[in-house]
């Protein structure tokens, strides 16, 4: 089983756009929208929720003010600014549990804070596992590890093929929870100063893990000359760029409709896609 | 003497667990006498450091050698620190692999096989 | 007073409308260009700069000392972030797990733990065609965000008008970018993608109680089911940025919209008004 999770760095590159094609492509693949954050995944691939998961992602400090004397020691330690006049401030609560410890009239609980819900659904394509992280929580990059393991658990008891994954945009720690133990990066980048900025730090990034890396330019054809610096860079440090993209309206239009663009159309686009995919999937055989 | 062996079941038939953090069980065996406990891995459900956890776990167990799929370079640092060796093994049953670990013929795991996970 | 600028989906335009808004203002007010988007941040790749400060951003990280160190395990089961491991005669320290929270050392019966200070990133002073530039860059590898986030909001000037370009996204980063800004422009594009996150964005700063309003870019690529959520929920449209060959090839080399396109100079001019409208209201 392998799996390709696919990133961008900048956001907005057309990652869900290439993921869903992957997964209408692939004939035996688990699915993973791993951009807990927003996640896009589902309005391509219409899952059906088989399975609903709590996810109880972390703990929050609450102060008990029946048994608090307001002696302030709570708000002295508290690094992350989280206790003003003796209440936590749950959105900066990181669940350290310093105030519970130093707290000398035990009034501090730990409460397990509900931070988002995990799905496993069905679609057409196969079986997918998607998640939505609650309103102004923390801990996506948590998320994201359980969002992998049950995809991982459904491949590996229904002996599929592939993992294709949707990551989410940054460098930080929802992406680095999803490169873990991936078998392929497919970086989607667009020729923008931005776009090649950006693929520069998640290709340092991606580097750290035993990935195999591939560079799709989506959009090339806007602005051709930045796109032929970014496949110089790419050259430069001996990375394939199995992919350029054109800009293709019929693109807006299929996702507007809620379909993966290449069983939308037949379009430049659409086809440059169906090769991404089988390029991406030979790829990863001998990844 | 006693090992730790990462397992997918609790009789000495399962199959060697790949994951390390993760595993669904370990069994400590004395490959001797072929005793053994099988132990419910507490932590998978954990999301922080899990991989430091289970390694302090088996390094309070006082185990000599572990025998695992993969492992990740802070539990690999906690078991090496503790003397424990730590020996590869996959696609086999746990009864096979410590055979295999008496006979000498596990390859031993000195660098670690999977990345890091910060959480 | 501060703006953010922020939105749920990435690339949908945040960088965009937060140097050319600072643009477009520097010559009635003092302004300053906060970026946020620590991850990637890419507003300099616009506005060029001139740095002529940088500090380091730092993590407190447990330092273990073994001569003092009576392996009692207090600071092992304290950790919630399992930074520490007790192994034999000595306790290990996983740096990249730990939140510098501190309450390792303040538990330590045996005085063995102090604090050394881990780079996690950096932020850089500078300046841009009369904008106070501030930029906050974390290290790749590093799994915090908001703490480099914090450090470059604590250089935010009194008496200018601040722009913060947010990270994308609805978790930490975003939320640590935008708290205690005065308002909050969306950036969404007119899409099924836009529209899904564009919603929760506004969950969030409706629960932040920010006042907001939207900005559709690329308003002409796509449908009309944003702006008429926008009307369902009664959300104040700020603005919409047609699509466009000309503006997207700019875009791509670094260029500047409002200097190249002055139809655009007083589409931000409108802009601009709207937000203080809003604020002053």
């Known amino acids: 089983m392998k799996e390709i999770v696919v990133l961008s760095g900048k956001g907005g590159t057309g990652k869900t756009t290439v993921t869903a094609s992957l997964a209408a492509l692939a004939k035996n693949a688990v699915l993973a929208d791993c951009d807990v954050d927003a996640a896009d995944l589902y309005l391509l691939l219409k899952p059906e929720i088989k399975e609903t998961f709590e996810f109880w992602g972390s703990q929050k400090a609450k102060i008990n003010e029946n048994k608090c004397e307001e002696c302030g020691k709570c708000e002295d330690v508290c690094r992350f600014g989280a206790i003003e006049n003796f209440k936590v401030n749950p959105i900066f609560c990181e669940g350290c549990r310093v105030c519970y410890n130093i707290c000398p009239r035990k009034a501090i609980d730990m409460v397990d804070t509900l931070s988002g819900h995990w799905y496993i659904s069905d679609t057409k394509y196969g079986p997918m596992v998607h998640a939505r992280l609650g309103i102004a929580e923390e801990n996506s990059g948590k998320l994201v590890s359980v969002v992998k393991k049950a995809a991982r658990e459904i491949a590996e008891r229904g002996r599929y093929e592939y993992i294709i994954t949707d990551g989410p945009p940054g460098i930080g720690c929802p992406v680095i929870s999803s490169l873990s133990g991936a078998d392929m990066a497919l970086i989607v980048t667009e020729p923008t100063a931005a776009g090649l900025h950006d693929l520069e730090r998640v290709l340092k990034l991606a580097e750290n893990f035993k990935v195999a890396i591939k560079v799709v330019i989506n959009k090339f054809d806007l602005a051709q000359e930045k796109s032929k610096e970014i496949e110089q860079y790419c050259i430069s440090k001996g990375i394939e760029v199995i992919g350029k993209i054109p800009f293709d309206e019929e693109i807006v239009r299929a996702v507007s409709k809620g379909v993966p663009p290449v069983e939308y159309s037949s379009g430049p686009a659409a086809e440059a896609l169906k090769n991404v995919a089988v390029l991406s999937f030979e790829g990863v055989r001998i990844a | ?119 | 007073m501060i703006v953010a600028i922020a939105s749920g989906k990435g690339g949908t335009g945040k960088t965009t409308i937060a140097v050319n808004l600072a643009l477009s203002l520097k010559d009635k007010m003092q302004v300053a260009l906060l970026d946020c988007d620590v991850e990637e941040p890419n507003a300099h790749l616009f506005l060029l700069p001139e740095f002529k400060e940088k500090e380091p951003v730092t993590l407190p990280v447990p330092a273990i000392d073994q001569e003092k160190c009576t392996q009692c395990g207090i600071c092992t089961r304290a950790c919630a972030y399992h930074a520490l491991a007790r192994v034999g005669k000595r306790v290990l320290v996983f740096e990249e797990l730990c939140h510098g929270c501190g309450g390792c050392g303040l538990l330590c019966p045996a005085g063995a733990i102090t604090e050394i200070h881990k780079e996690i990133g950096f932020v850089k002073r500078g300046t841009a065609r009369g904008i106070e530039f501030i930029q906050g860059t974390m290290n790749i590898g590093t799994a915090l965000a908001p703490p480099v986030i914090r450090k470059v909001k604590s250089r935010i000037p009194k008496d200018k008008l601040t722009i913060i370009d947010s990270p994308p996204g609805t978790s930490c980063p975003m939320i640590s970018a935008v708290y205690g800004a005065d308002y909050c422009v969306l950036v969404t594009e007119p899409t099924p993608f836009g529209l899904s996150d564009l919603k929760l964005a506004v969950e969030v700063v409706r629960e932040l109680g920010i006042p907001f309003g939207v900005v559709i870019n690329r308003a002409d690529m796509g449908d009309g089911e944003v702006e008429k959520y926008l009307q369902e929920q009664s959300i104040p449209l700020l603005m919409k940025i047609p699509f466009d060959r000309r503006y997207a090839a700019c875009y791509a080399r670094g260029g500047l919209l409002v200097e190249e396109f002055p139809e655009l100079k007083s589409s931000f001019d409108t802009l601009w008004k709207a937000i203080e409208r809003r604020v002053e209201a």
């Open chain 2, 1 to 119: 003497m006693k090992i730790a062996v990462t397992s997918a079941g609790s009789s000495l038939d399962s199959m060697v667990d790949e994951r390390f953090g993760r595993c669904r069980f370990f069994i400590f065996i004395n490959p001797e006498s072929k005793e053994y406990e099988a132990v419910e891995n507490i932590y998978t459900g954990d999301v922080h450091g899990a991989g430091v956890q289970v390694a302090q776990f088996i390094v309070d167990k006082g185990v000599s050698a572990l025998i695992t799929g993969n492992v990740g370079p802070n539990a690999l640092r906690v078991l090496k620190e503790s003397g424990i060796e730590v020996y590869a093994a996959s696609s086999m049953s746990v009864k096979k692999a410590v055979e295999n670990y008496i006979k000498g013929k596990l390859t031993k795991i000195s660098n670690p096989t999977t990345p890091s996970r910060h959480n």
